[in-house]
């Protein structure tokens, strides 16, 4: 079982920067790939990044490539998001999520969610 925790959410300007983390907790969590997703009001669920459980590989949707950055650290089980140059259209609610049986962008493959934290941009 793993659970994860995430934080480092909050309001910034456009132009800004945040970093968010990912606290996991559980032994399997290192054999995991993690992701993040974001969902914005009224919106459905969508994949934001994803990195592979070595750290060595990660692949990003289309509208956050070169802006936004994800990694790991396997010792401490974080894995963290480096938002830079965020738009007012990146304001959602962020949720970390791990898979141990695949590398996918599709949300049903991630088995372990945290609870997710507010990344409000203003313009």
């Known amino acids: 079982q793993v659970q994860l925790v995430e934080s480092g959410g909050g309001l910034v300007q456009a132009g800004g920067s945040l970093r968010l983390s990912c606290a996991a907790s559980?032994?399997?969590?290192?054999?995991?790939?993690a992701g993040w997703f974001r969902q914005a009001p009224g919106k459905e669920r969508e994949f934001v990044a994803i990195?592979?459980?070595?750290?060595?590989?990660?692949t990003y949707t289309d509208s956050v490539k070169g802006r936004f950055t994800i990694s790991r650290d396997n010792a401490k089980n974080t894995v963290f998001l480096q938002m830079n140059s965020l738009m007012p259209e990146d304001t959602a609610f962020y949720y970390c999520?791990?898979?141990?049986?695949?590398?996918?962008?599709?949300?049903?493959?991630?088995?372990?969610w945290g609870r997710g934290t507010q990344v409000t941009v203003s313009s």
């Open positions: 999520a791990a898979s141990p049986t695949s590398y996918s962008r599709d949300s049903e493959n991630f088995a372990y």
């Open positions: 559980g032994r399997t969590f290192k054999n995991c790939a």
């Open positions: 990195i592979t459980a070595s750290g060595g590989s990660t």
